[in-house]
């Protein structure tokens, strides 16, 4: 191959590059480009993923999580088990790297970058029985996500908000949710996260591990 044939392969995969990861992250959606954090929150309050542009849904999840926008935490919770659509390369088969949760579920890299704040509506979703599977898995790994530099800590929470649950169906949602946090455990705390969860009903696991 010649020297100019090389260079317009370079750039040819280059351009590729940069729209499968611009369209990954919803930036097709020229409508809410430059829109207030508010404008975002009100279109998602509305927003139904089975009936509107679901590339402007993702977009405005991760730019509500960029600019660290608090206050739509909530409303940014009810999206967890959104996932974002598939761009033309990726339906063809090309994918940049391995997808991860927070790039197959925007609301979960929102609530990420939004941090500890964010922890309360976190925990609603992981406790409430009208949680999705997807939305409650999701939630766990934010959970653990955001708390990454302790996670037998933020497995210890989980417990404790296990014990403390007024009713039983969140008891075990709760209970369920720490064992499952054990999988996004540093490796180097998996001594102390295993014993956070040690307290737990015998055979917890298995019983919740299908669900």
């Known amino acids: 191959m010649t020297r100019s044939g090389s260079i317009y392969v370079i ?24 829109s207030s954090p508010e ?16 590339n402007c849904i993702a977009f405005a999840l991760r730019a509500l999580g960029n600019q660290r926008y608090v206050p739509a935490t909530e409303v940014v919770s009810k999206f967890l088990d959104f996932r974002r659509p598939k761009t033309d390369e990726e339906k063809q088969g090309l994918y ?10 925007p609301a979960t890299y929102a609530l990420e970058m939004i941090g500890r704040d964010a922890l309360p509506v ?16 999701n939630a ?10 302790d996670s037998p800590k933020a497995l210890a929470a989980l417990v404790r908000e296990a014990e403390r649950a007024p009713d ?44």
């Open 140 to 149: 766990v790994f934010v959970w653990m996500a955001i708390q990454r530099d």
């Open 39 to 54: 404008a975002l929150s009100t279109f998602l309050q509305t927003a139904a993923p089975a009936f509107d542009d679901p």
């Open 122 to 137: 976190v925990l609603s979703a992981i406790k409430s029985s009208t949680s999705s599977q997807s939305a409650r898995q």
């Open 168 to 211: 039983p169906v969140s008891r075990q949602n709760l209970e369920w949710a720490a064992y499952r946090a054990l999988i996004w455990c540093n490796p180097p705390d998996e001594v102390q996260c295993k014993a956070a969860v040690s307290g737990l009903k015998p055979g917890l696991t298995s019983a919740l591990g299908n669900r």
């Open 11 to 34: 750039v040819f995969a280059a351009l590729a590059v940069g729209r499968l990861t611009a369209q990954a992250h919803g930036e097709e959606c020229k409508e809410f480009q430059g």
């Open 96 to 105: 940049l790297h391995p997808q991860g949760i927070d790039q197959l579920y």
